[in-house]
T-cell receptor, first 116, second 115 residues
Framework: DTEVTQTPKHLVMGMTNKKSLKCEQH?????MYWYKQKAKKPPELMFV???????INESVPSRFSPECPNSSLLNLHLHALQPEDSALYLC???????????????FGPGTRLTVL | AQSVTQLDSHVSVSEGTPVLLRCNYS??????LFWYVQHPNKGLQLLLK??????LVKGINGFEAEFKKSETSFHLTKPSAHMSDAAEYFC?????????????FGAGTRLFVKA
């Protein structure tokens, strides 16, 4: 199974809402990633978890809060977002980011987020 | 420091003709290089990767890429384009540097395939 699943596929939320994006993999990978992708742009790294510990936070605003409950699950909690946060949010996983030069990242299909 | 440059933002080919998507990189350390494809409103799928073994790498769907250290290039090719190849392609460089493990995405190349 080389699949990364993400739910929901689409999400529309207001600026005062609280919502969560979910990501799951069952490949035994120990590194998991959140990316943000705006239209016609490459993915931008937001967070990396390695062995369920946050290892990289690319100066993301605190209205985005990641959580890694176990090695298979990754959540992204959203609160008080702005319209400019509307984007495709991609989750990825890889074997082990510590050795990571050759790691292949496996991507989920993404959650299309619209903030009104 | 690392960087990756995709030399064309758009490439248009006719179905059945060769595809060339160009990528140049810079890296202070031995890099791994990847090509990913993204169809509209989808996640990214790995096409192929180079990790310091054979310099000519074969991937899925008939794509291949050649690592040329002297030219710092990793261009993606396919002998004959298919309509289903129309998508966005990203060249990615990954290497360990003084700040730790780092992955850099190129800006992407949109491939159009004409019937």
């Amino acid at each position: 199974d080389t699949e990364v699943t993400q739910t929901p596929k689409h999400l529309v939320m207001g600026m005062t809402n609280k919502k969560s994006l979910k990501c799951e993999q069952h490949m035994g990978h120990r590194a998991m990633y959140w990316y943000k992708q705006k239209a016609k742009k490459p993915p931008e790294l937001m967070f990396v978890y390695s062995y369920e510990k946050l290892s990289i936070n690319e100066s993301v605003p605190s209205r985005f809060s990641p959580e890694c409950p176990n090695s298979s699950l990754l959540n992204l909690h959203l609160h008080a977002l702005q319209p400019e946060d509307s984007a495709l949010y991609l989750c990825a996983s890889s074997q082990d980011s510590n050795s990571g030069r050759t790691d292949t990242q496996y991507f989920g299909p993404g959650t299309r987020l619209t903030v009104l | 420091a690392q960087s990756v440059t995709q030399l064309d933002s758009h490439v248009s080919v006719s179905e059945g003709t060769p595809v060339l998507l160009r990528c140049n990189y810079s890296s202070s350390y031995s890099p791994s290089l990847f090509w990913y494809v993204q169809h509209p409103n989808k996640g990214l799928q790995l096409l192929l990767k180079y990790t310091s073994a054979a310099t000519l790498v074969k991937g899925i769907n008939g794509f291949e890429a050649e690592f040329k250290k002297s030219e710092t290039s990793f261009h993606l090719t396919k002998p004959s384009a298919h309509m289903s190849d129309a998508a966005e392609y990203f060249c990615v460089v990954s290497a360990l540097n003084t700040g730790g493990f780092k992955t850099i995405f190129g800006a992407g190349t949109r491939l159009f395939v004409k019937a």
